[in-house]
């Protein structure tokens, strides 16, 4: 009886052996996407402070990677001026499935990185220079590297590629316009004639009286400008990443850079001239832009755009605004992905 006992018990254990193994098995056949013990960024779980020089002084601005693809590393360049990482959290939902490795990258003066206040760093050539450094810092190359920039990071983008496209695989320009005179020109003619008149007659009063910091000018914008262009969303609804992202924002340096304007760019802001439309064919990378039909950019000139570099490509986002990835992200995520994936064949 003990003898048939222990065969029995044998033979369990032997099968409990076998079926443990399968786990192990499947796990050695699966993609190494989050594989991270051979990333030198384990123990922080992809974060990197990578120090970047300038004429002031050296600093330091915070990283993150997610996933491992060898031919696929997308940096993401945030906007503002001045803004963060923190409203790209959506990209979560898409890159990893899709097994493209990407980096939340926080510009110097933003949140996560240092924060000199020295106003003498706020210039699109140091910006530029500073994305290279941390390009070099993080090993990125004409063989895996995708430049996506959105809004202000859109031009740092563009200007980047005009520079330094020998390094790139791919760029994407989201939500932005190569010509900040355009800019204004469409946020004046076009998209403020879009609100109520006494709304707008409003705003135009307080702009004209320099009164921004009036309570009452954000509570117009916030209220009537935003849920139509920035995100069309009800307020109470927008999504805590990019409530954070609103809440960290540098705010000396947005208005140093765009102006304090919701309409296009004001006073003596710095990127009030800025406009490179003529050098767009210059770009000769494969290169994505993304547009939306109620952005705070004119949608026609970012198509205008695809058609300018040498291998464009265009997207729409048809119900989307100035932050498609949130109101129109299937469009927006399938369309990202498809490029990246095609220029990676």
Same mark, same amino acid.
């Given at each position: &009886?003990?003898?048939?006992?222990?065969?029995?018990?044998?033979?369990?254990?032997?099968?409990?052996? /076998?079926?443990?193994?399968?786990?192990?098995?499947?796990?050695?056949?699966?993609?190494?996407?989050?594989?991270?013990?051979?990333? @030198?960024?384990?123990?922080?779980?992809?974060?990197?402070?990578?120090?970047?020089?300038?004429? /002031?002084?050296?600093?330091?601005?915070?990283?993150?990677?997610?996933?491992?693809?060898?031919?696929?590393?997308?940096?993401?360049?945030?906007?503002? =001026?001045?803004?963060?990482?923190?409203?790209?959290?959506?990209? !979560?939902?898409?890159?990893?499935?899709?097994?493209?490795?990407?980096?939340? *990258?926080?510009?110097?003066?933003?949140?996560?990185?240092?924060?000199? @206040?020295?106003?003498?760093?706020?210039?699109?050539?140091?910006?530029?220079?500073?994305?290279?450094?941390?390009?070099?810092?993080?090993?990125? !190359?004409?063989?895996?590297?995708?430049?996506?920039?959105?809004?202000?990071?859109?031009?740092?983008?563009?200007?980047?590629?005009?520079? *330094?496209?020998?390094?790139?695989?791919?760029?994407?320009?989201?939500? &932005?316009?190569?010509?900040? =005179?355009?800019?204004?020109?469409?946020? @004046?003619?076009?998209?403020?004639?879009?609100?109520?008149?006494?709304?707008?007659?409003?705003?135009?009063?307080?702009?004209?009286?320099?009164?921004?910091?009036?309570? $009452? *000018?954000?509570?117009?914008?916030?209220?009537?400008?935003?849920?139509?262009?920035?995100?069309? &969303?009800?307020? $109470?609804?927008?999504?805590?990443?990019?409530?954070?992202?609103?809440?960290?924002?540098?705010?000396?340096?947005?208005?140093?850079?765009?102006?304090?304007?919701?309409?296009?760019?004001?006073?003596?802001?710095?990127? $009030?001239?800025?406009?490179?439309?003529?050098?767009? =064919?210059?770009?000769?990378?494969?290169?994505?832009?993304?547009?939306?039909?109620?952005?705070? &950019?004119?949608?026609?000139?970012?198509? $205008?755009?695809?058609?300018?570099?040498?291998?464009?490509?265009?997207?729409?986002?048809? /119900?989307?605004?100035?932050?498609?990835? *949130?109101?129109?992200?299937?469009?927006?995520? !399938?369309?990202?992905?498809?490029?990246?994936?095609?220029?990676?064949?």
């Amino acid at each position: &009886m003990k003898s048939i006992l222990f065969v029995v018990c044998f033979s369990l254990l032997l099968v409990s052996c /076998k079926f443990g193994d399968e786990p192990i098995d499947q796990l050695n056949s699966f993609s190494s996407y989050l594989d991270y013990s051979e990333r @030198n960024d384990r123990l922080s779980g992809g974060v990197k402070m990578i120090p970047v020089s300038t004429k /002031k002084g050296t600093y330091k601005v915070w990283t993150k990677r997610t996933g491992n693809n060898a031919s696929i590393k997308v940096l993401l360049l945030h906007g503002g =001026p001045g803004a963060t990482h923190e409203y790209f959290e959506c990209f !979560d939902s898409y890159f990893p499935k899709a097994e493209i490795e990407y980096y939340y *990258y926080d510009q110097l003066e933003s949140f996560y990185s240092d924060q000199p @206040n020295d106003s003498l760093l706020w210039s699109v050539d140091r910006y530029v220079d500073e994305v290279e450094q941390v390009r070099k810092a993080l090993n990125l !190359d004409v063989t895996n590297f995708y430049l996506y920039g959105h809004s202000w990071g859109g031009i740092l983008a563009m200007e980047y590629a005009l520079k *330094y496209q020998q390094h790139l695989k791919g760029l994407i320009i989201s939500n &932005m316009m190569a010509s900040i =005179p355009d800019y204004i020109s469409y946020a @004046n003619e076009v998209l403020g004639p879009q609100l109520d008149p006494e709304v707008l007659k409003e705003i135009k009063a307080l702009e004209a009286s320099n009164d921004y910091s009036n309570p $009452k *000018y954000s509570e117009l914008v916030f209220t009537h400008y935003y849920p139509e262009h920035i995100l069309r &969303m009800p307020l $109470k609804q927008w999504p805590n990443p990019v409530n954070r992202a609103f809440a960290n924002i540098n705010h000396d340096l947005y208005v140093t850079m765009q102006g304090p304007s919701e309409f296009g760019v004001a006073g003596d802001a710095k990127l $009030k001239d800025w406009d490179v439309s003529n050098r767009l =064919p210059e770009i000769s990378v494969p290169t994505l832009v993304i547009g939306a039909t109620y952005d705070t &950019m004119d949608p026609r000139h970012m198509e $205008k755009i695809a058609s300018m570099v040498q291998n464009g490509s265009y997207l729409l986002c048809p /119900k989307g605004s100035h932050l498609a990835m *949130y109101d129109d992200q299937e469009t927006y995520f !399938d369309g990202l992905i498809k490029f990246v994936k095609e220029v990676n064949k």
